[in-house]
């Protein structure tokens, strides 16, 4: 089982759409959940972080965790042509120096 | 210069070559990491630096060599590589190592080995 698993895609909505990206993690002790975006040829830029269970929300983006089912996701609202990317889901466990990522969900958002 | 920078952002060398990837942040953080992102594969953490030690090596072939200075910059040394270590590196810093800390990354090195 892989540490930190995303569907690779791609994701396809139209524009003005609510995109919906899911990650699950196989470590129970992970306490941060970080969502990365992307761009093709480019570096990852941090969109959110999360802590605590539930959701949180910065502009269109929310992320909601359930430690229980070790379920992170990412809803970006109002989906634009310019939030398609790869987005990577990060994790990290109590204690380590390590963040470990999933392979990434490509999202194509359509005119 | 803000943030995490990386130079060259595009490099070419034999697999006889001896060549040295640099890293350099201006966000006053304590840690710097060291990722590789080959295609179609997840990030792989390299190597930890925090206040200048190294705290985690992930089991890298000894052909990548780091070495951290001070906390603002960051260097990987690169001798007798192969094809397959063709990728993109990439370059991080956190505050610190707690797990609470979110890291930035620079724009990366483009690798290929010939």
């Known amino acids: 089982q892989k540490e930190v698993e995303q569907n690779s895609g791609p994701l396809s909505v139209p524009e003005g759409a609510i995109a919906s990206l899911n990650c699950t993690y196989s470590?129970?002790?992970?306490?941060?959940f970080f969502w990365y975006r992307q761009y093709s040829g480019k570096s990852p830029e941090l969109i959110m972080f999360?802590?605590?269970?539930g959701d949180k929300e910065d502009g269109r983006f929310t992320a909601q965790l359930n430690k229980a089912s070790q379920y992170v996701s990412l809803l970006i609202r109002d989906s634009q042509p310019s939030d398609s990317a790869t987005y990577l889901c990060?994790?990290?466990?109590?204690?380590?120096?390590?963040?470990?990522f999933g392979t990434g969900t490509q999202l194509k958002v359509e005119l | 210069e803000t943030g995490v920078t990386q130079t060259p952002r595009h490099l070419v060398m034999g697999m006889t070559n001896k060549k040295s990837l640099k890293c350099e942040q201006h966000?006053?953080?304590?840690?710097m990491y060291w990722y590789k992102q080959s295609a179609k594969k997840p990030l792989e953490l390299m190597f930890v630096?925090?206040?200048?030690?190294?705290?985690e090596n992930n089991s890298v072939p000894s052909r990548f060599s780091p070495e951290c200075p001070n906390s603002s910059h960051l260097f990987l040394h690169l001798h007798t590589l192969q094809p397959e270590d063709s990728a993109l590196y990439l370059c991080?810093?956190?505050?610190?190592?707690?797990?609470?800390?979110?890291?930035?990354f620079g724009p990366g090195t483009r690798l290929t080995v010939l």
């Open positions: 999360i802590y605590s269970n």
């Open positions: 966000l006053g953080h304590n840690a």
């Open positions: 991080a810093s956190s505050q610190d190592v707690a797990v609470y800390n979110e890291q930035f």
């Open positions: 470590d129970r002790g992970s306490q941060s």
């Open positions: 630096y925090s206040l200048e030690e190294r705290v």
């Open positions: 990060a994790v990290k466990t109590g204690g380590g120096n390590k963040l470990t």
